[in-house]
């Protein structure tokens, strides 16, 4: 049915040609379908699939390494299906040592995405923008990122290597493993949570011609909020904007209830009609199906 809906092209080679372009990528954080569904329909050439998203859609909890690998994939698997543009998909540290990363790296080629992130923390994980981080050593990271690359089937599969090395031993640090991640046939650079513009400049001019660069726009973490064209000035070919959509949804869901709890009923001001809504959930396209097969 994907392929019937507009799905089925060359995402992984669309991400590159996006990655490889002047301007940064821009990629919005979506935690399930419908989020990734209104990304795409935003006009945004890719989705990002967030950890921090996932971990509160499943199961209403912090990013602490609660979910499994299974879980993660599961999730990358409809998002990756109910869109047309590319996803690059969380997949943490790889759900444990090289072996696994392995397997994860299969796991989520099967589940359709175009790349994918993994990071050097001891599991369980935590996001990277919280204190009481740890990291495993730079050569076992460095082999996690060789099994990787020798894990994928198809080459145009983006795998980016993150570093949560800033809050727990310093920039100077997570420099050095950025470059022996990129040694190791990472395709893109992810240096985490720098605390000041000066440190993302550092990260951006040491690393550059290394790899192409990944910016966090954490909505509310610990690195300042660069405008895009300060972004772009700086070189990053991806900026990921991962949590707006959560904490949004959240915002608008809170609202809707206190009302319903205070008035007895919910106010629907600015929210979509039903029409509309099943409209933007691809309504007009399912009925026309059923309409070319005969379907009652």
Known sequence: MGELLGQGRAPRARLRDLLAAPAPLVAPGAYDALSARLVEQAG???????????????????????LSGAEMVDNARRI???VDVPVIADADT?????????????????????????????????CGHMSGKALIGTDEMVGKVRAAVAARRDPDLVLIARTDA????GVGDALERARAYADAGADL????????????????????????????????GRTPPLSLQRMTELGFALVIYPIGTLLAATAGIRS???TL???GV???????????????????????????????
């Open 44 to 66: 945004f050439d890719a989705v990002y699939m967030t950890g921090f998203g996932t971990t509160a859609s499943l199961i209403g909890r912090p990013d602490v390494g609660l």
């Open 80 to 82: 990756a299906a109910a």
């Open 94 to 126: 790889g759900y444990g040592n090289a072996l696994n990363v392995v397997r994860t790296v299969q796991l989520h080629e099967q589940a359709g995405v175009a790349g994918i992130q993994l990071e050097d923390q001891v599991m369980p994980k935590k």
């Open 166 to 169: 800033v809050a727990v031993s």
């Open 189 to 220: 650079l992810f240096v985490e949570a720098p605390t000041s513009e000066a440190d993302v400049e550092r990260v951006a001019e040491e690393l550059a011609g290394v790899a192409p660069l990944v910016f966090n726009w954490a909505e509310g």
């Open 256 to 258: 809707l209830l206190a």
């Open 261 to 263: 709890r205070r008035d």
């Open 266 to 296: 919910p106010s629907l001001d600015g929210l979509p009609s039903f029409e509309e809504y099943t409209d933007l959930m691809g309504l007009p396209e399912v009925q026309e199906l059923e309409q070319r097969f005969g379907t009652a």
